[in-house]
């Protein structure tokens, strides 16, 4: 079956922006010239994914109005001749069929995948977290839905990370298939350098058959207190194969103020219409 929808979280309470997050959600932050979770949308999109699902928190409403229509707006813009903004503005509303599913409680990446249930029904479909943006000739998702289309068995994005850093990440027990896919043998959450069964660490895009829902039905709290999404692939490789995906290109993990910073400066340096002043004030700056 064809993967046609995927879940966007969303309902994180962004604590390493406050205060700022007090306000304003972490993924309506912006990144250059768009909020994060607008990368994320056009990503999926650009996949092939017809239908997108936020899973939210109380206190985002401005994600919701964001892909909605502004019919105040829009008629400013008309009246002051602005037409190229308001295309914009409208096409935003007409780039994706969303919608929205509230987690109640923060138990974890695992529970907030569970809340979708109900929507994704008996499909398989993709997750992704807006924090990673990834840049690459072809969209990782689309990639990762290749995989899945080939094998029908779910899969993990993972990238090489240091020794010091397996203490921030899934760690897959790899066996290579091809050209930067493997077959996942097994999954630690956050282990020490010396426990960790390689340098591949699970990133913010997975394609999860239904199955998964039962999996996570029965995950006890693990890592931290919450609802592991790892805890929970864990018990399906008994049932069925998992593979992952080594991401090409470059991920910037936005989920801290300097990553956000460095992702604002990577990319703004690599567009024309920015790129030259900022790269000469960052001189000036040196």
């Known amino acids: 079956m064809k993967v046609r929808q995927a879940v966007i979280i969303a309902a994180g309470r962004g604590t390493r922006f406050l205060p700022l997050t007090r306000s304003l959600p972490k993924e309506m932050l912006p990144l250059v010239d768009r909020p994060l979770i607008q990368y994320a949308v056009e990503e999926a999109l650009t996949s092939g994914i017809e239908q997108i699902i936020f899973v939210t928190a109380q206190g985002k409403p401005a994600l919701e109005d964001y892909f909605d229509r502004s019919p105040d707006l829009e008629l400013f813009l008309e009246q002051k001749g602005e037409h190229e903004r308001l295309h914009q503005i409208r096409e935003l509303a007409r780039m994706v069929d969303v919608c929205y599913v509230r987690q109640k409680e923060q138990l974890g990446l695992g529970h907030a995948i569970y809340t979708a249930r109900g929507i994704t029904g008996g499909e398989p479909f993709a997750v992704i977290l807006p924090d990673d943006i990834i840049e690459s000739k072809m969209p990782s998702l689309r990639r990762m839905m290749a995989i899945y289309e080939k094998h029908e068995a779910g899969v993990v994005a993972v990238e090489k990370v240091s020794d010091e850093d397996t203490r921030k990440y899934g760690i897959i027990a790899p066996e290579p298939v091809s050209r930067r896919v493997y077959r996942v043998l097994g999954l630690v959450e956050k282990p ?20 998964i829902y039962e999996a996570l039905a029965v995950t006890p709290p693990g890592h931290g207190g919450e609802i592991q999404i790892t805890d929970a692939i864990q018990r399906l490789l008994g049932k069925q194969e998992f593979y992952a995906f080594e991401l090409e290109g470059t991920r910037y993990d936005t989920g801290t103020p300097l990553g956000w910073l460095k992702a604002n400066i990577a990319l703004a340096m690599k567009r024309p219409d920015m790129g030259p002043e900022l790269r000469e004030y960052l001189k000036k700056l040196l």
Do not use: H, K, N, W
Request: a neutral charge.
């Open 192 to 211: 020490e350098p010396s426990e960790a069964p390689s340098r591949l660490g699970i990133v913010g895009r997975y394609i999860f058959t239904p199955q």
